[in-house]
């Protein structure tokens, strides 16, 4: 069987060309539901995935007149993408995802249905002040962490942790189903302090290229005791006045971001995690295993540490579970 998978988010689009579970091939357009929110229009959005769909299919090389299925993920299923969905209210599992799955006709794509899967948020209440904290919603993550569980085995209670520049904490209950998330925006943060503040040129506009464990954890201390902002200006202060590398300082502005980040998924209202719970680590490899190092650093952490192999698409993995659990494939 031939799958096309179609991962879109705010920025980019990525499409996967199957034969069953082996990857024949993928393509990538710079766009996404940013593109719609910004020109009102979901031309673009609809032009740079069809773009990325038949350079899939033609890397792939398909025989003519083979039947594919395409599956989607991701923000395209939100009201500024290709086809809305509601999001699914947690807990919700690959059961609850896999009958919410929708299908919908877009020829400007591909003659086929295209199945979308929902997003998932914490509870329905009306939003105030006093519980804003508790609410939090995912478009996209949901599948990834299908994919979590169903790639690596894994049997909650859970908390799977999705570094990027929106970071996701995924918390699993016992019943495998998606308890509620947390969000953070904790790599736009590096990436806004690394580049467009007085620490540019401190760190050369450079990120850590490779973990350095005590400066990471200087980081991480001192955001603790004194915030996440006199912890950034520190940078400035190693800068001028100390002997440390551009790696090490890079590894102390990690440290304290990541550690923000911590302490949002330790104190937040939106799910609980005990200190007990087996929290399993993914993403690129600097993040994953700077988060694993503050975890396994951290005695309020007493759970098991997983960090997740490299994997091309937990998005495609997770696509297949609920596909082949509704019977789509």
Request: proline share 4%; charged share 20%; glycine share 8%.
């Given at each position: ?94 059961d609850e995802l896999a009958q919410g799955m929708v299908s919908a006709h877009l020829p400007a794509i591909t003659d086929e249905p295209v199945w ?42 859970a908390l799977i942790i999705l570094p990027g520049s929106h970071s996701k904490f995924v918390k699993i209950d016992a019943q495998n189903r998606i ?151």
């Amino acid at each position: 069987m031939y799958i096309i998978t179609i991962d879109t988010g705010t920025t980019n689009t990525r499409v996967c060309a199957w034969q069953d579970t082996r990857l024949l091939a993928e393509a990538a357009r710079p766009v996404g539901v940013r593109d719609t929110a910004i020109s009102g229009s979901t031309e673009t959005l609809m032009r740079g995935v069809s773009e990325a769909v038949q350079d899939a299919l033609s890397q792939a090389r398909i025989p003519a007149g083979e039947k594919v299925v395409y599956l989607s993920a991701g923000m395209i299923t939100s009201n500024v993408g290709l086809c809305e969905i509601p999001h699914l209210l947690a807990p919700a599992g690959l059961d609850e995802l896999a009958q919410g799955m929708v299908s919908a006709h877009l020829p400007a794509i591909t003659d086929e249905p295209v199945w979308f899967v929902p997003g998932i948020r914490n509870h329905n209440a009306p939003i105030t002040l006093d519980n804003a904290e508790q609410m939090d919603m995912m478009r996209g993550e949901e599948t990834e962490a299908i994919g979590v569980l169903a790639s690596l085995d894994i049997a909650g209670p859970a908390l799977i942790i999705l570094p990027g520049s929106h970071s996701k904490f995924v918390k699993i209950d016992a019943q495998n189903r998606i308890e509620g998330c947390v969000t953070t925006i904790g790599g736009e943060m590096l990436d806004v302090i690394t580049r467009h503040t007085i620490l540019a040129s401190s760190l050369n506009l450079q990120f850590a290229s490779e973990i350095d464990a005590p400066s990471l954890m200087q980081g991480a201390n001192q955001c603790l005791t004194t915030g996440l902002s006199r912890t950034c200006f520190s940078v400035r202060v190693l800068d001028m006045f100390g002997e440390l590398t551009l790696n090490q300082k890079a590894n102390v502005l990690l440290g304290a971001v990541l550690q923000d980040d911590l302490q949002a998924v330790k104190n937040s209202k939106a799910f609980t995690v005990t200190p007990d719970t087996h929290v399993i680590v993914c993403g690129k490899d600097t993040l994953k295993f700077a988060f694993a190092t503050l975890i396994d650093n951290d005695p309020w952490f007493t759970g098991k540490i997983t960090i997740a192999p490299a994997n091309r698409s937990l998005s495609s993995s997770g696509l297949f579970a609920m596909a082949s659990r509704r019977q789509i494939i």
